[in-house]
């Protein structure tokens, strides 16, 4: 394949291009996430499978289980076992080197199950939200609910490395959750539409949202948004930290990848054409230095 490479000289010396693209579903993509080795990458959406790409080899495994629309799917960190949320009210656990079915199935929420996340240390301990604000912490090694809570029906995201903190979406309000007590920390407001993606910063400091309307940072021990950019008519998406830089932003809209520097210039992001369709999930992976991307046109593409 071709690489494109698109400088950017109002972000300094980052750089950026396609290094990698696969096609292999026929519906939208919804939702990826990396291995902590950056070895693998989990995709799904639409078509109910989930997509394991071996990007050292290029091989890519399916697995199915689930009866609707795949939401999100997160790997365990250190680990080749997974999970995904489904509108089919249940969340699955997979492994990696055998994907075919799921060995784990977790039932009891009453409505679509929107997102989950792995806590970084607590072994085996995953939230997961639905469509009705419930915030659910499981047990994956017994599979036991343990604790469930009102505060997030769109994204949960645990603090990275420590894991103080839950994040969770709710609307367009973002609940900090203190992950012992369960009680609210922070409350981080000012979008005025709801909040389609959140992302930690990998030290955990920063926080960063996007709605339709704009995209946000935030600093965690403030409370409060240190930087935001307005989205005019690019209805933003989804959004990942660009490994190696600590608040620079990669955000996804229809079509388009945008970067975002703040400190260099806070109300100019550079785009590149990269979809044909709405970007609807971006991950990175600090350790390999590389962001992918889905999108409704089905394609999967990977940039450093």
């Known amino acids: 394949m071709d690489e494109v490479i698109a400088t950017f000289p109002n972000l300094g010396d980052i750089s ?12 939208k993509l919804l939702c990826c996430h990396f291995h902590s080795q950056g070895k693998l990458l989990a995709a799904a959406g639409h078509d109910t499978k989930v997509l394991i790409w071996d990007l050292d080899n290029y091989e890519v495994n399916c697995g ?26 249940t969340v699955m656990i997979w492994d990696a080197t055998k994907p075919s079915n799921p ?12 997102s989950i996340d792995f806590h970084p240390t607590k072994e085996g301990l995953l939230s997961s939200c639905d469509y009705n604000d419930e915030i659910r912490l499981w047990d994956v090694n017994t599979g036991d609910c343990k604790l469930s809570f009102k505060g997030g029906s769109g994204q949960v ?56 309307d704009s995209a946000r940072i935030w600093s965690i021990s403030e409370g409060k948004c240190i930087h935001e950019l307005y989205s ?5 998406q989804s959004c990942t930290f660009r490994p190696g830089y600590s608040q620079v ?17 806070s109300n100019i992001t550079t785009p590149y054409s990269a979809h044909s369709g709405i970007i609807s999930s971006l991950a990175n992976s600090p350790l390999k230095g590389i962001i992918a991307s889905v999108s409704h046109d089905q394609w999967i593409k990977i940039w450093q």
Do not use: Y
Not at 71 to 80: A, E, G, I, M
Not at 105 to 114: D, I
Not at 232 to 236: D, E
Not at 250 to 257: H, M, N, Y
């Open 16 to 27: 950026f291009k396609e290094i990698g693209s696969l096609h292999a579903t026929k519906s």
């Open 64 to 89: 199915e289980g689930h009866a609707h629309v795949i939401t999100d799917v997160r790997f365990k960190p250190n680990s080749t076992v997974f999970a995904t949320s489904s509108f089919d009210k």
């Open 103 to 114: 060995f784990q199935n977790l039932v009891g929420h009453g409505e679509h199950v929107m």
């Open 157 to 212: 995201r645990f603090q990275p490395e420590l894991g103080n903190f839950l994040a969770s979406s709710t609307g367009n309000i973002i609940n900090i959750f203190d992950v012992e007590t369960n009680n609210i920390q922070k409350k981080l407001q000012g979008h005025t539409k709801k909040i389609r993606s959140i992302c930690w910063e990998m030290n955990g400091n920063f926080l960063a949202s996007v709605s339709e």
């Open 232 to 236: 005019g008519r690019n209805n933003f």
């Open 249 to 265: 932003l990669v955000i996804g809209s229809d079509e388009l990848l945008q970067l975002w520097n703040p400190i260099f210039q």
